[in-house]
């Protein structure tokens, strides 16, 4: 079997998690994923399967879309729910600058990246002290949805390797509450399925609905979540990216 699955990845669980479980359902597949996300963010994770994981690096480059809602007036030692938060009362501006084109960016120190041939995030929790070098990244877009006294919306549209998380940080008092991702090129959220996390013991999958009608009406193992062949996701591709 060689698919792009198209995951609706929940929160509280990882990226790993999911590929996991998809993978002991698979019969032990080889199977990856083409963009991690927090344990704490939802959305659509595209799980690469047979030979379609030697595309990863295709679908890594892809620009995601995000949607994030910021806590105002406070700050977290992540940069998401599940760091040590201080509440400020320092609210950023009503219409805050919105950065877009290329910017300089430093990720988070508990993120995956390496520092020193180690993830930072390690490094973190062990109390030391590094700094995370910056990176070039590409905003498209990045604008507010809704706002009120201690929260906002925003939508994002940026380059693979971006980190919404600082983005918001950047803005003044502020840090992710929830985050979804809703796009990874013309893949979006909305062709997407849970994964059969509630069935893992069992080996199989909890059949889905229906499928969508944008997508090719493949095969569905035991009820397996929606499915591209490698072909049909190559073909979705602007010509530059195949």
């Not at 198209?6 to 990856?32: E, M, N």
């Not at 939802?42 to 595309?55: C, F, I, M, P, S």
Request: contains cysteine; hydrophobic residues 40%.
């Amino acid at each position: 079997m060689d698919r792009v699955l198209l995951i609706d990845k929940p929160a509280g669980v990882t990226s790993h998690d999911v590929v996991a479980v998809i993978r002991r359902a698979l019969g032990g597949a080889k199977t990856g994923h083409a963009g991690t996300l927090d344990p704490f963010a939802t959305g659509l994770l595209l799980v690469l399967v047979g030979k379609a994981t030697r595309l990863q690096s295709t679908f890594m480059a892809l620009t995601k879309r995000y949607e994030t809602v910021a806590r105002l007036g406070a700050v977290s030692s992540t940069g998401d729910p599940e760091g040590e938060i201080a509440l400020t009362g320092k609210i950023p501006p009503q219409q805050p600058e919105l950065p877009t084109g290329q910017l300089r960016q430093r990720p988070p120190i508990y993120s995956a990246v390496k520092v020193g041939g180690e993830r930072a995030y390690r490094r973190a929790r062990r109390g030391e002290s590094f700094e995370m070098p910056e990176r070039i990244v590409t905003v498209d877009r990045f604008q507010q949805i809704w706002r009120e006294p201690e929260r906002a919306c925003f939508e994002i549209e940026c380059s693979a390797g971006t980190y919404v998380r600082s983005l918001i940080a950047d803005l003044g008092d502020a840090y992710c509450e929830t985050l979804r991702r809703t796009a990874i090129g013309p893949f979006d959220v909305g062709d997407a399925v849970a994964p059969p996390l509630g069935a893992r013991s069992t080996g199989r999958f909890v059949a889905p609905a229906a499928a969508s009608p944008n997508l090719n009406p493949a095969s569905w193992l035991c009820g397996a979540p929606a499915e591209l062949t490698i072909e049909h996701a190559l073909a979705a591709l602007p010509p530059a990216q195949r």
